[in-house]
């Protein structure tokens, strides 16, 4: 029988899991929701809060989605990825990152964020510790929590180039933690480690076997400044490292959900098990376009990094047109995260900038540009600007921005 709440008197909020009430909702998700509501009134605004390339994906890959569609990839999957799909992948560790992988190693997901979140599952229990840099992705804070982890955040700042040292991870380890979990080239700074750093940081997990390292390298191929390096590379804490990545951001697939990891053997096989009960296997058609990705011509990838240099020079050189806003020089991925601590405190007559949300409110009411505050990414008084869009839209948002700043007093 089908109970009627209002008669009742139960307040339907009540019978929200307390996982979900903590949960917090991701900022950048939010933020373009408001600027399609604003859209959807008429009003142009310019969309510099997301991350997801602007390029439509290479023809190649559309023409081996199609052909999966013609031949009848139209069945479940198998939970880990098609056999082929974890080769590829084998395959491209093999060559472009020198690391030496077996297929049972492999577990492909629906996007890199499935992947992070399966190894969380996977090894977090309720009050475990998760090491994670700030500035950080924002989601990677909410997961460990709804794995009912603590997220046990190091802070660093523009002074640093956002980079955390061996000495801060050393000094947060302790007998609960699991997991390092990091990005680089980083969301949202752009920054990126180097191999001399990460081999700083291979030495501290090597006196620490409890601690996995979980390494978000979504954004390697958007790299300005060389080869690619993975902490992966060194053997003394080989067993001890989970690689993430996908083909969402260099490959312009973010809506085709392919994110895979490359694990130890008895993660993979847990990781297997729990994506088995949630979501089985990732689309069959999306699974044949990301194979052709991996294993097509690599040309288009880094003609998307030189347009994605080109921007990133360009919205630097707009930037130092503002006094008090300050900015490094990201050395990869798309986003400037930029120092506003300036303007807090300041108001235009009507409206108090308190915290970097409220700029970044203040900014898409009154510019109609749409930015994510650095509170989202666990550093308060930075905005996030993605500069995965045009030319025309960076020169048109940062003027706009411009004229609004002026306001401020």
């Known amino acids: 029988m089908l109970v009627d709440t209002e008669t009742v008197n139960v307040n339907p909020m009540d019978l929200i899991a307390d996982r979900v009430k903590a949960l917090s909702e991701s900022q950048t998700l939010a933020m373009t929701q408001k600027s399609r509501e604003l859209k959807a009134q008429g009003i142009d605004v310019i969309n510099l809060s ?23 990839y139209s069945y479940y999957t198998p939970v880990a990825g098609y056999e082929e799909l974890r080769l590829a992948i084998v395959e491209k560790f093999k060559r472009d990152n020198e690391l030496i992988f077996k297929p049972e190693q492999i577990v492909v997901s629906n996007g890199a964020k499935h992947s992070i979140m399966n190894v969380i599952l996977t090894l977090v229990n309720h009050q475990d510790e998760v090491i994670i840099p700030a500035p950080y992705w924002l989601s990677y804070y909410e997961m460990i929590r709804l794995a009912r982890g603590i997220p046990v955040v190091i802070p660093s700042s523009i002074e640093t180039n956002f980079k955390v040292t061996p000495e801060q991870i050393e000094a947060a380890i302790t007998p609960r933690t699991k997991i390092f979990l990091y990005s680089s080239p980083s969301n949202p700074t752009g920054s990126l480690y180097t191999k001399e750093e990460l081999r700083a940081f291979a030495d501290v997990f090597s006196r620490h076997k409890h601690v996995m390292v979980v390494s978000d390298e979504i954004y390697e ?32 697939m973010p809506g085709y959900r392919i994110g895979y990891m490359a694990a130890p053997t008895w993660i993979a096989k847990a990781a297997i098990k729990i994506q088995g009960q949630m979501t089985s296997g990732a689309s069959s058609i999306a699974q044949m376009a990301a194979l052709a990705a ?11 990094r030189d347009v994605f240099l080109h921007r990133r020079n360009l919205i630097l050189s707009l930037l130092k047109d503002i006094p008090e806003m300050r900015t490094n020089v990201p050395d990869g991925a798309f986003y400037i995260f930029a120092d506003v601590h ?17 700029l970044c ?49």
């Not at 902490?231 to 804490?237: K, L, R, T, V």
């Not at 991996?294 to 998307?304: H, P, Q, S």
């Open 50 to 72: 997301i991350g997801e390339p602007d390029f439509t994906v290479p023809k190649h890959i559309k023409e081996a989605a199609k052909k999966a569609i013609d031949e009848n």
């Open 221 to 252: 191929h958007i790299n300005f400044v060389g080869k690619h390096e993975s902490i992966a590379q060194f053997e003394e804490i080989k067993d001890q490292v989970v690689v993430i990545n996908g083909v969402s951001k260099g490959y312009a």
């Open 294 to 304: 991996l294993r097509g011509d690599k040309r288009t990838i880094y003609e998307m």
């Open 342 to 358: 300036p303007y807090l405190g300041k108001t235009d007559g009507k409206t108090v900038i308190n915290t970097d949300e409220d």
């Open 361 to 409: 409110m203040y900014l898409l009411n009154d510019s109609h540009v749409a930015l994510v505050g650095g509170t989202a990414f666990g550093a308060p008084g930075y905005i996030r600007f993605s500069y995965a869009t045009s030319d025309e839209n960076i020169i048109k948002a940062i003027q706009r921005i411009k004229v609004s700043l002026r306001k401020l007093y």
